[in-house]
T-cell receptor, first 114, second 111 residues
Framework: DAGVTQSPTHLIKTRGQQVTLRCSPKSGHDTVSWYQQALGQGPQFIFQYYEEEERQRGNFPDRFSGHQFPNYSSELNVNALLLGDSALYLC?????????????FGSGTQLSVL | QQQVKQSPQSLIVQKGGISIINCAYENTAFDYFPWYQQFPGKGPALLIAIRPDVSEKKEGRFTISFNKSAKQFSLHIMDSQPGDSATYFCAASMLGYKLSFGAGTTVTVRA
């Protein structure tokens, strides 16, 4: 049973560029959440997708956007990259919206902005 | 603002010793308090969780103690082993809402 898979594992971009990160949820899961984890910090909630719609959003600017596809996979897009966007981006999946106790995380995408 | 405050930032414990990590929260609407374990290069993995209707939950060598009146909860790792060396995060949420994480505690178990 595949868990949450994320691609790519590492990515290097320069300021001002745009980036797309991808996530496939755990088999049987239909809800995807994205978190940003800066070095030495805890994960910070970006947003959550369910039924192809953004359901919750954290305190992140509109440069951060996402999408969920009919197969439940998801993308995170970040425009106009800043140095401060350098972080580990984590995708987490669950079954249904009210299922925090069944949240499974992927290993993340390490984004470096130069 | 950080909704969950975690301490200490790091700790070192001898093999067989007890590791204790503390967290405090402000939002009394929180009703779910999990602990996550994260190894380098990996995502966080759920370790143990508690709801505010109980004061303690034990799973193997891991115990959560919960003090609702003080708005504090803690993780105790008994008989610490080198394989427990990792970063531990406390978190809190309301049912169905986003998880708010603490800043993490790096635990090093010396053999």
């Amino acid at each position: 049973d595949a868990g949450v898979t994320q691609s790519p594992t590492h990515l290097i971009k320069t300021r001002g560029q745009q980036v797309t990160l991808r996530c496939s949820p755990k088999s049987g899961h239909d809800t995807v959440s994205w978190y940003q984890q800066a070095l030495g910090q805890g994960p910070q909630f970006i947003f959550q997708y369910y039924e192809e719609e953004e359901r919750q959003r954290g305190n992140f600017p509109d440069r951060f956007s996402g999408h969920q596809f009919p197969n439940y996979s998801s993308e995170l897009n970040v425009n106009a990259l800043l140095l401060g966007d350098s972080a580990l981006y984590l995708c987490a999946s669950s079954l249904g919206l009210a299922a925090n106790e069944k949240l499974f995380f992927g290993s993340g995408t390490q984004l470096s902005v130069l | 603002q950080q909704q969950v405050k975690q301490s200490p930032q790091s700790l070192i414990v001898q093999k067989g010793g007890i590791s204790i990590i503390n967290c405090a929260y402000e939002n009394t609407a929180f009703d779910y308090f999990p602990w996550y374990q994260q190894f380098p290069g990996k995502g966080p993995a759920l370790l143990i969780a508690i709801r505010p209707d109980v004061s303690e939950k034990k799973e193997g060598r891991f115990t959560i103690s919960f003090n609702k009146s003080a708005k504090q909860f803690s993780l105790h790792i008994m008989d610490s082993q080198p394989g427990d060396s990792a970063t531990y995060f406390c978190a809190a949420s309301m049912l169905g809402y986003k998880l708010s994480f603490g800043a993490g505690t790096t635990v090093t178990v010396r053999a």
